[in-house]
């Protein structure tokens, strides 16, 4: 089954980590892949153009079906594999919408979270604005807080929808993970920093580690007063 799938990703992508996570869940390892370089626009090169007109990552195939959304692609290891490894999505139909919000969720915390990181990084100090890099900051500061309450509600100890891992944590895991390399502080947000320590330490997350994240790296402290 693996053998006749195909991965294109990128190392510290949190997109592409989510399809990796999924695939260690669902016991699919030895599935093929390729690491691409964003730095060198490798993302759109005709290999990965030819099945993705977006030119984007992840592209994941699996024989003649092509998935190139990563949270579609969850699903649809999900649903192609329900009986196999990690049963990500609950029986429940009440749990199934819950873990389906959080997924979506998950997009709006990335944006935030890219919104803050970008404009430090990557805009020209000439042409940022205070006004902006604040509003940036104030509106993942809300965000986190959210995740925060949420975690709290179901209880020390869960995961994002209750007892077990789901869809709901392979999607926001990965957008979580680049916090605390950027000195998001525990004491701030105890119950999402617990989270990040335990979900951490699946098999299935140390296994699709970010082999960049692997490397010793100067500590970053841009989150350390969010």
């Known amino acids: ?10 190392s510290g992508s949190p997109p592409c980590w989510r399809v990796m996570i999924a695939l260690e869940e669902k016991n699919l390892q030895g599935y093929k892949n ?7 626009q490798e993302h759109k090169n005709p290999e990965v153009l030819q099945i993705n007109p977006r030119g ?21 290891l999900q649903n192609r594999f329900k009986s196999q490894g990690t049963q990500l999505m609950p029986d429940s139909e009440s749990q199934q919408a819950l873990v ?12 935030k979270i890219y919104d803050v990181l970008f404009y430090e990084y990557y805009v020209p100090e000439a042409e940022r604005h205070e006004s902006a890099r604040k509003r940036n900051r104030e509106n993942l500061a809300n965000e986190l807080k959210l995740w925060e309450s949420y975690l709290q509600q179901m209880g020390k100890g ?4 209750g007892k077990d891992f789901s869809l709901a ?8 993970a680049y916090l605390p390399r950027f000195g998001l502080r525990k004491e701030r947000y ?10 951490k330490e699946r098999p299935s997350v140390k296994a699709s580690w970010p082999p960049t994240w692997r490397e010793k790296e100067k500590e970053q ?3 350390k007063d969010l």
């Open 169 to 176: 944590d392979v999607a926001m895991f990965p957008d979580l």
């Open 158 to 161: 869960s995961y994002l929808t």
């Open 34 to 40: 390729k690491l691409l370089s964003f730095d060198k």
């Open 1 to 10: 089954m693996a053998e006749d799938m195909l991965l294109f990703w990128a």
């Open 190 to 199: 105890p119950r999402l920093m617990e989270y990040y320590e335990m979900v």
């Open 100 to 111: 389906l919000q959080r997924m979506l969720e998950a997009e709006a915390l990335q944006k």
């Open 221 to 223: 402290d841009t989150l």
């Open 56 to 76: 984007q990552i992840p592209t994941f195939k699996h024989g003649d079906v092509v998935v190139n959304e990563s949270i579609a692609a969850c699903l649809y």
